[in-house]
């Protein structure tokens, strides 16, 4: 019986050439293939510039692409080469509504100051280094969408992903005149200084939420098999933190594939999370569409073998049928030696990338057994 499973990368422009030339390109699909991967998640939208020649970039704010890709096209690439290999290809837009990091909004609020996301106090928002755009406002979700929308015209894709700012805004903005006025008609008074307010999250969380299902929409009016992919933070946190209500968009049946970012360096936590997100999150219906994102590289930071294979055989154990790893590079560490993992290992045998219906279908075919796997997480984790 084959083999179907989500086998997934992240390849980045931050700590990474990859991206930087054709030939290296080309050399990380071949390696990713013979690596027993399926899937790949490049870059497109990060750090105020696009991977791919912008009309919407260059009408907006005049620039194009990303000043070092200048004369080449490295979406197409990564599509070609990709394909070469029989790797599909799922755009992600990492940046989403962020600005910039540490450069006070950028050139794109530099050029277009009123896009800006603002704290009770007025001034830019800013979490964790990053500034953001005003993830509330009619026009700033139309230039995302727009983003979005000429990749999937414009390009031989598989999907688009958003992630953990897309969509997404700090649960500290929507303090802006359009927001405060919009909530003034709707209210008929002033949004509550506590930023953590639960009405007043569940209020800006819900216009997120409609976005997204409106791009979903539109991605699928332009090909109805293009997946709509999401990598959040982990819920309840990333609802109380960034206003991203992934249970609801679940529910709404608004992403075919959902990567939650379980982010941990070591395999006990990393457990805890699934465990988790198994037994209280999904359900006999949703739980094909779970891949989640692991953490095998960041700065110094490297998984060890046995995390990575305790990783993947616990996903398995407990029905969830695929993963994507942050970031391709991790591979490549230590003379390729979780790569060699793998290829020897746990992507010994070649899996297919899952189909649409597999995703969407595949729930209500398997909820029996999607049920048993549930029950085994209870007991595993009560041991």
């Not at 903005?173 to 209210?187: E, H, S």
Request: aromatic share 12%.
């Amino acid at each position: 019986m084959a083999i179907i499973e989500t086998r997934g990368i992240w390849l980045t422009t931050t700590d990474s050439k990859v991206l930087r030339s054709k030939e290296g390109i080309a050399q990380a699909m071949d390696f990713l293939a013979q690596t027993g991967f399926n899937v790949v998640f490049p870059v497109v939208w990060n750090q105020a510039v696009t991977l791919y020649p912008s009309q919407t970039m260059q009408q907006n704010f005049g620039v194009e692409i990303d000043p070092m890709s200048v004369g080449r096209d490295p979406l197409e690439e990564v599509v070609v080469e990709a394909r070469r290999v029989g790797l599909k290809v799922i755009p992600w837009f990492e940046y989403g509504f962020a600005s910039s990091y540490n450069l006070n909004g950028g050139i794109l609020l530099q050029k277009k100051p009123e896009w800006a996301g603002r704290d009770r106090n007025g001034n830019l928002l800013k979490k964790n280094g990053f500034e953001w755009l005003n993830a509330l406002d009619p026009e700033v979700q139309e230039f995302l969408l727009n983003l979005v929308l000429e990749v999937v015209k414009n390009y031989d894709v598989d999907g688009i992903q958003g992630d953990d700012r897309l969509p997404a805004f700090p649960c500290e903005g929507g303090y802006d005149g359009v927001t405060l006025t919009r909530y003034r008609q709707q209210f008929d008074g002033n949004p509550p200084p506590n930023p953590q307010d639960r009405q007043w999250l569940q209020w800006r969380a819900d216009i997120l939420t409609d976005f997204w299902a409106h791009l979903y929409h539109q991605v699928k009016a332009v090909n109805p098999n293009l997946l709509v992919a999401i990598a959040p933070n982990i819920y309840d946190w990333a609802f109380q933190e960034y206003l991203q209500d992934s249970p609801t968009w679940l529910n709404r049946g608004i992403v075919d594939l959902i990567h939650p970012q379980i982010y941990r360096r070591d395999f006990k936590s990393y457990q805890a999370i699934a465990d988790q997100l198994v037994t209280q999150q999904f359900t006999g219906a949703t739980l094909p569409k779970l891949a989640p994102g692991i953490l095998m590289k960041l700065g110094s930071y490297c998984m060890s073998p046995e995390y990575l294979v305790q990783a993947i055989e616990y996903n398995r154990q407990v029905g969830i049928q695929g993963e994507v790893f942050f970031f391709y590079e991790g591979l490549r560490e230590n003379n390729n030696a979780l790569a060699k993992v793998l290829r020897n290992g746990v992507y010994a045998k070649s899996a297919s990338f899952p189909t649409l219906s597999d995703l969407s279908q595949g729930g209500r075919n398997n909820s029996k057994s999607t049920s048993i796997w549930q029950g085994v997480a209870k007991f595993l984790r009560n041991l």
